[in-house]
């Protein structure tokens, strides 16, 4: 067996671990954000929620329904998130879109951890939306977020109620 071929068999074990025995899958009480995200092409349905702190992913998790691309990418994405700042989830937002993208330099980058697993999903155009459809979530919680403080700033310094 090849290197590469040894390699990919790994990713693909690595793959199913994450869809059959899913990490941080379930509801966070404590959610500072919900965002849920639905892939119309395959019927995927994925919930994100974040307990932000501080300005940093304290705990993330997730529910839904899908295949085991878009189920795995979210179980790997939510460990990758746990105690990073907001601009660093969404710099791996950023670097796991590039190797989705095909960016070979991206998917040699160990700073991805498990999220490598999903490499090969770059020859398989139809099944990129399933892997972005966490980051997907994750880009829309975390500028939301954004927005709805700008929103409340702004109504502070009005002596609004937001």
């Keep these: 067996m090849s290197d590469r071929a040894a390699t990919e068999a790994v990713y693909q074990e690595l793959l199913l671990d994450h869809y059959r025995r899913p990490r941080n899958r379930g509801p966070l009480p404590d959610a500072d954000v919900t965002v849920e995200q ?53 710099a791996l937002r950023e670097r796991f879109r590039a190797m989705i993208l095909g960016d070979a330099e991206a998917a040699r980058d160990t700073s991805l951890g498990d999220l490598r697993a999903l490499s090969g999903v770059a020859r398989l155009p139809v099944r990129v939306k399933c892997a972005l459809l966490a980051f997907s979530a994750l880009e829309e919680a975390l500028k939301g977020r954004d927005a709805r403080r700008a929103t409340r700033d702004a109504a502070d310094e009005d002596g609004l109620e937001p």
């Design 38 to 90: 639905r892939n119309p092409l395959c019927g995927d349905i994925l919930t994100l929620q974040l307990d932000l702190e501080e300005g940093r992913v304290r705990e993330a998790a997730f529910t839904g329904q899908g295949c085991a691309i878009s189920q795995a990418a979210a179980s790997m994405m939510t460990q990758q998130l746990r105690g990073k700042t907001i601009d660093e989830a969404l």
